[in-house]
């Protein structure tokens, strides 16, 4: 049975999950885990310390017992920028000519300092039978590719392809959507520093959009505001959380209101992303969002998005999607890690090259 390690290297934790896949594609998840990266190492999504990242690396494998070296690793970071771009229908030989000559108009990185990918998401005619073909157009600093390769170096990992973090989420997640609602899902994963937008219907990406914003502003906010200490500003947010309503014992109002804010501030982000999206005249009706990541925890913060995105806003549930194997973890631990896990579960799910 073909087996994957999806690894997710995100601003607070490395995250690897092994996946395997049976002839009839049904998906197994094996194995799971994390470790915690010390502050700094990766910042904004970006590996700044190759050789503390690969230290971690080292642990986390040797801790989940990880034997094969390959993996399909993600990236979400400013450095990076995905558009979903529209051309004129044209062969595969004339697109490739075609694709990076239009770049520059569609990502706003500087390309000769940018590695540029692309792939064909599908072929379609407008209400006037003129043909399309939709290309995900993917351009990554190269200093930045490079800082997290080196890091799969010290770690004696092989990278197998390396992949946007939001396509990974719809590999992970887009199977939840039901077959009969008519419509585009909206996947939104806050990270620490970086909230992926993913909006598909039935699987096929309609937008995608990574904002440099994540729940940590909201612990930012607590420290540089009332100079707390940065464990201390973490168990303030998640105690608090963004519901509105008197704070809970030992939490000042004014540190509720700075929760609140700045959950508000990076709500009105989601959404004003989504405004761009909705106001294309290709979109398509939003119906319902899941939210995932550790930034999604935070109380209040899905009925927030809800009102904002006027959707309902449900967690993702990525354990959901395919057979947890035996995994070492227990029910509990499971279920308090799936919001982790979404990233990871989906890099796995990576279809070979
Ligand atoms: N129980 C909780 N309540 C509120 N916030 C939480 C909770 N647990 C984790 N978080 C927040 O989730 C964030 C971490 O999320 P996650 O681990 O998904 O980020 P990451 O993948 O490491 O970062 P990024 O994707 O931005 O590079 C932190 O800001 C943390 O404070
Ligand atoms: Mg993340």
Not at 113 to 128: I, Q
Not at 166 to 173: C, E, I, P, S, T
Not at 267 to 288: F, I, N
Not at 294 to 321: D, Y
């Amino acid at each position: 049975m073909p087996t994957r390690i999806g690894l997710d290297i995100g601003t607070n934790a490395v995250r690897a999950a092994k996946v395997s896949t049976n002839r009839d594609g049904e998906a197994t998840l094996e194995n799971i885990g994390q470790v915690i990266l010390p502050p700094g190492a990766v910042r904004d999504g970006e590996v700044v310390d190759p050789q503390t990242v690969a230290e971690c690396l080292t642990t986390l494998w040797s801790e989940r017992g990880l034997r094969s070296r390959k993996v399909a690793v993600g990236v979400a970071n400013q450095q990076v920028v995905t558009r979903l771009v529209d051309l004129p229908s044209v062969s595969d030989e004339e697109l490739a000519e075609a694709v990076p000559l239009q770049a520059s108009e569609h990502v706003p990185i500087p390309l000769d300092s940018a590695t540029l990918d692309w792939s064909v998401l599908e072929r379609f005619a407008d209400g006037e039978g003129n043909e399309f073909v939709r290309v995900a157009l993917v351009a990554a600093h190269r200093d930045m590719v490079e800082r997290l390769l080196e890091a799969l170096r010290l770690a004696k990992l092989d990278p197998i392809t390396l992949d946007l973090d939001a396509f990974a989420l719809l590999r992970a997640l887009a199977a939840d959507h039901l077959p009969e609602t008519e419509g585009a899902e909206v996947l939104v994963d806050v990270g620490t520093s970086i909230t992926d937008i993913i909006a598909h219907e039935h699987g096929a990406p309609r937008f995608v959009r990574e904002l440099t914003m994540g729940s940590g502003r909201i612990t930012d906010g607590l420290i540089t505001q009332l100079a707390m200490r940065v464990d201390e500003a973490e168990r303030t947010k998640a105690l608090t959380g963004c519901s509105g309503g008197p704070p809970p014992e030992g939490v000042s109002p004014e540190a509720a209101r700075i929760v609140a804010d700045r959950a508000r501030d990076l709500v009105e982000e989601v959404r004003g992303s989504l405004d761009y999206y909705r106001a294309q005249d290709h979109s398509v009706p939003v119906r319902r969002a899941l939210l995932t990541g550790g930034g999604a925890q935070l109380a209040g913060l899905s009925e927030m998005l809800s009102e904002a995105l006027e959707v309902p806003v449900e967690p993702a549930r990525p354990l959901s999607n395919l057979k947890v194997g035996r995994t070492g973890l227990t029910d509990d631990e499971l279920e308090e890690a799936e919001p982790f896990l979404s990233v990871a579960i989906g890099l796995a799910l990576a279809p070979t090259s």
